[in-house]
Nanobody, 124 residues
Framework: QVQLVESGGGLVQAGDSLRLSCAAS????????MGWFRQAPGKEREFVAA????????LYADSVKGRFTISRDNAKNTVYLQMNSLKPEDTAVYYC?????????????????WGQGTQVTVSS
């Protein structure tokens, strides 16, 4: 397993941008699929985006497609989530997750390691 620590959350206004980072420990980071999930108040945690080991393949939830971009820097053991054109409905705790597999996934049970989460609040 890897240890994950998210950062970069905060309070922004609608239309603003924010970049989340997730730093991973361990020498095998490159072999992991990485994902971002989010949980809004009173709602279940939901998939946001995922990226394969090389960064060559990505998946996005329909709600963020075209606004969010997931990327990774394997030399820095870090995955990013660039969030543009933020909306109040993007307000949530954002979690980074790691999957010890080469295959992309979107379901929570497919990810074995999780960070503690970082709060993103978008005001209207």
């Amino acid at each position: 397993q890897v240890q994950l620590v998210e950062s970069g959350g905060g309070l922004v206004q609608a239309g603003d941008s924010l970049r989340l980072s997730c730093a991973a420990s361990g020498r095998t980071f490159k072999s992991y699929v990485m994902g971002w999930f989010r949980q809004a108040p009173g709602k279940e945690r939901e998939f946001v985006a995922a990226i394969n080991w090389s960064g060559g393949s990505t998946l996005y939830a329909d709600s963020v497609k075209g606004r969010f971009t997931i990327s990774r820097d394997n030399a820095k053991n870090t995955v990013y989530l660039q969030m543009n054109s933020l909306k109040p409905e993007d307000t949530a705790v954002y979690y980074c997750a790691a999957r010890n597999s080469l295959a992309l996934a979107t379901r929570e049970p497919d990810f074995g390691s999780w960070g503690q989460g970082t709060q993103v609040t978008v005001s209207s």
